[in-house]
């Protein structure tokens, strides 16, 4: 059976490996979602507006503006204090696996350190190759 932690990390590293192998794919894909999702809720704002307060269509074309104006900057500010958070998280991790690497690295023997240079060098020239093709 597979536990959970495992297979977070393996969805993980296959969610890595597709965005890795086939970004204009994954990224255009990603861009027409979000782009749709935005054109039906400025199509909802207007269309409420309008018939809530019984304005014209370059009123309501105003105000649906600003109102997206302030959404995306509430957004942002959001997204600012949850990226420190992040930040922060992510310091702490790094610096955790940066000594476990070392350590695990200083009680490696030479052969295996061999063999982790040498699978880390196939592997980054397979990526290379792959995204020269």
Do not use: C
């Not at 296959?14 to 894909?29: K, M, N, R, T, Y």
């Not at 370059?58 to 104006?69: A, M, P, R």
């Not at 420190?84 to 992510?90: C, G, I, N, P, Y």
Request: charged share 15%; proline share 2%; no cysteine.
């Amino acid at each position: 059976m597979i536990s959970p932690h495992n297979l977070k990390i393996i969805f993980i590293s296959i969610a890595l490996s597709i965005v890795l192998l086939i970004p204009d794919v994954v990224f255009g894909f990603v861009y027409q979602v979000l782009h749709g999702l935005f054109e039906v809720l400025e199509e909802v704002f207007d269309v409420l507006i309008e018939h809530l307060f019984d304005t014209g269509t370059h009123e309501t074309q105003i105000i649906v503006f600003y109102l997206l104006v302030a959404l995306i900057v509430y957004g942002l500010y959001r997204l600012w204090h949850l990226s420190l958070h992040w930040f922060d998280t992510f310091k702490t991790a790094w610096a955790r696996q940066k000594s476990n690497a070392l350590l695990y690295w200083q009680e490696s023997s030479l052969l295996r350190k061999t063999e982790i240079v040498a699978i880390s060098l196939a592997v980054i020239s397979f990526l290379i190759y792959w995204h020269t093709m």
